[in-house]
């Protein structure tokens, strides 16, 4: 089955401890992306990538790192994580442009920093 | 700098009633544009996108949307409205031609169906 999976699903942690998110697609993909969204703003683009080892910053990257090693892996790390970082974020994954270039979302990890 | 703006951030109808869903984007080329919905504690689905060709298209769910890039909008209809609609729901905008990768959301628009 094509999908995207992120771990975990629920997370809660404190101020500064350094968290990784991580984000596999099946579906041999070029590019992937982060996003976090809040309510009242939508979904905001954190990070993307379109293809191993290049990356690029979307709209709200500050306090975010991601890497590319791997085309099917996109993990993203929070290294000093702060209450504003709390959010539910989403990866996902899409082929290179073409009429096929729908984005494929994982199921959304919610992330909780005291 | 793409944008997309959803003027309306709740509607309410009744069920059985016609829908639209307006969305504005900027964008300095062609864009490729998108509708997703978010049921309660859901992902996102896409409903529908556009690349290029008849600015009419069609998605699932019996939803429809249509390109006008003289008012740089692609509005989301649907004819009769169902209870099951009651959802979440953004248009995004992606800058595939140049900047591949970067896509712009909207803040969405929550919909409410009235039995």
Known sequence: ?114 | AQSVTQPDIHITVSEGASLELRCNYSYGATPYLFWYVQSPGQGLQLLLKYFSGDTLVQGIKGFEAEFKRSQSSFNLRKPSVHWSDAAEYFCAVGAYNTNAGKSTFGDGTTLTVKP
């Open chain 1, 1 to 114: 089955e094509a999908q995207v999976t992120q771990n975990p699903r629920y997370l809660i942690t404190v101020t500064g401890k350094k968290l990784t998110v991580t984000c596999s697609q099946n579906m041999n993909h070029e590019y992937m992306s982060w996003y976090r969204q809040d309510p009242g703003l939508g979904l905001r683009q954190i990070y993307y990538s379109m293809n191993v080892e290049v990356t690029d910053k979307g709209d709200v990257p500050e306090g975010y790192k991601v890497s590319r090693k791997e085309k099917r892996n996109f993990p993203l790390i929070l290294e000093s994580p702060s209450p504003n970082q709390t959010s539910l974020y989403f990866c996902a994954s899409r082929p290179r442009s073409g009429t096929s270039g729908m984005e494929y979302f994982g199921p959304g990890t919610r992330l909780t920093v005291t």
